[in-house]
C-alpha cells in the first residue's frame, strides 16, 4: 500500500499503461498487415523531429515534443512508400534506407544541441533510450487524450480498416478509398509511437508496437478480440513493468516493461491452446509417434476436397475402409484422431475432417514431398 501511495509511481504507471493500451491496440493491424518494421522505422524517425521542435520552439511542452515526432514519423512513412511506388525498391529495403537517413539526421542535430547555451535544458537525449520516470501528470495527460482520439478513430472506421487489413482488393470493388484509409492508418500508428517516445525510447519503441499484438495473435482467431487483448497485454505490462522498475534500484522503466512483453510473447508461443508449441506438442505428438494414423486423415482430407463448398460434409467408415488396407484399424483410427481434435463424427455416424485435422493433413503431405489431392 505504502508503493501504490507513491505520486511518482501512480504517474509513471498510469502513462505506461496508456501506452501499452494505444500501442497494443493499433499495433495489431501492423503485425497483421506484416508492416512490424514500419513502427522501428517511425519510431528512429521522430529523433529529427523532436530535435527540430526544440530548436524551433525552445521549450520541452509534450504537445510541442509530440507534433514533431509526429510530423518527421509521417515524412518518414511518406518517404517509404513514394520510393517502393516509384522504384523496384522492396519495401524492407526502403524502410532501412528511411530509417538509418532520419536517425543519422537526428543524431546530427543532437550533436548541434548539445554545444547550443540552452543544452542543459535539453534533456532531448532521454528520447533515445526513454525516461519514464521523468514523466508529468501534463505529460500522461496529453498521452491519454491523443491516444484516446487514435482509439476512437479505430473504432469509427473499424469495418472499413478490418478490409484493409484482410482483403483491399474486395474494398476497392465496393469503392472505399483504400489508400486514404492506409495514410489514415499509418497516421494512427505514428500516433502510436510518438506517444510512447518519452517513456521507452526511439530504440525500444517497436517492440510496444509488435509484441503486445503478437501475443494476441496467439490467443484469439479474431480480430475484436485480438485487438482488445492486445490492448489488455500492453496496458497490464506497462504498468506492471513501472512497479517492478520501484522495486528494484536503478531498473529503467522501459526495459522492464519491454522484457515483461517479451516473456508473455514466449508464453504465448509455448501455451496457446490450438497455436502454442506445447500444446500443438500435446495434442499431435502423439500422432506422429503412430503413422498408422495418417493415412485416415489424409483420406478424410481427399474425401473434403471433393466437397469444396462444404469442407465439413462426412462419410461413412465403409468409405474410409475401402480406400485403406485390408488390416487397417480404421475405427480405432478414427477415435485417435477425434481424441485429438483433427476428426469429428456428425449425425448418421458420418466423419470429416476439422479444421485443425484439414491444416495438419496439409502439412504432411508436404513434409512428405505431396503436391496435394
Known sequence: MELLGDYTLRIVALGSGVLGATAGGLGSFAVLRRQSLLGDAVSHAA?????????LTGSKIPVVMMGGAALAGWLATLAVRTVTARSRVPFDTALGMTLAVFFGFGLVLLTFIQKQPNAAQAGLENFLFGQAAALLLQDVVAMAVVGAIALVALALLWKELKLLAFDRGFGVGLGLPMARLDGLLTALLVVAIVIGLQTVGVVL????????????????????????????????????GAVASSLVPRLPTGPTIVLLLSGVVAVSLLAAPGRGLVWRWLGLGRLRRAPQLDPVLIHLYALSLQHAEDPGHGHTVAVLRTMSPRDADVGGALEGLESRGLAQQAAGGLWAPTELGRREARRTLEREGGEGL
Open 205 to 240: 519503441m517497436s517492440a510496444m508496437i509488435v509484441a503486445p499484438a503478437a501475443a494476441a495473435r496467439q490467443w484469439s482467431r479474431r480480430l475484436g478480440p485480438m485487438v482488445a487483448l492486445a490492448a489488455a497485454i500492453g496496458a497490464l505490462c506497462g504498468a506492471a
Open 47 to 55: 529523433l529529427p523531429g523532436i530535435a527540430l521542435a526544440f530548436l
